[in-house]
């Protein structure tokens, strides 16, 4: 290979290096995050006494306008998703529960909507996770969901099929690995050498 083809290369290694997955960092008592499950169907990933939260997809570029509750999140936009759900199993009594979620991006909206139209919509970005959608897959009149930069705060009482959130963050900027780095230093060092031979020459 010649020296002057080390240059592209190392810079391309350096702009690709280290992505990051947008994380679940903190979270009150009354949340447990959890593995994404396999799959999310009406009685299902079954009865739990906390809200649980999960990831989704990660570092995901949108090839289309994805709508939240509160706006559109633009096409070319790489976003991160999460879910966040309290859930009961048919025929047990009624849980309320109220938590915070914080994640380590900032948050870009929600999807909350009452049978699932936003959420069914969007399920696309929780794969690997396959949702099959069903009625009153969403927040009710009696539940909350608000949001301030990174931390979510909810406030939820369900029966069953549950109560289920989506949630959008920014993807991570990535972050340049230390290989890249040496890779970029032996790009410059090599140019600068070539470019000594074309003056002496």
Do not use: C
Request: avoid cysteine.
């Amino acid at each position: 290979m010649k020296m002057f083809k080390i240059l592209p290369i190392a810079v391309a290694a350096l702009l690709t290096a280290g992505t990051a997955s947008a994380a679940i960092v903190s979270f009150s008592a009354t949340v447990n995050e959890i593995s994404a499950p396999a799959a999310v169907t009406n009685g299902g990933p079954g009865s739990n006494t906390h809200i649980l939260a999960f990831n989704e997809a990660q570092n995901y570029l949108l090839s289309a306008d994805l709508q939240t509750d509160s706006g559109v999140i633009s096409s070319g936009t790489r976003i991160s998703s999460h879910m966040v759900f309290l859930n009961r199993a048919t025929g047990n009594s009624s849980l309320s529960r109220s938590g915070t979620v914080t994640f380590s991006e900032m948050i870009l909206g929600t999807m909350t909507s009452l049978n699932g139209s936003l959420l069914a919509l969007s399920d696309y970005l929780g794969s690997p996770t396959t949702y099959t959608n069903f009625n009153n897959r969403g927040l009710e009149a009696d539940d909350t969901s608000t949001f301030a930069i990174d931390t979510l705060s909810v406030s939820l009482s369900v029966t069953q099929p549950g109560d289920w959130i989506r949630v959008i963050t920014e993807a991570p900027v990535p972050v340049p690995v230390p290989a890249s780095f040496a890779l970029m230093g032996l790009g410059l060092a090599s140019l600068a050498g070539l470019r000594r031979r074309r003056k002496s020459a």
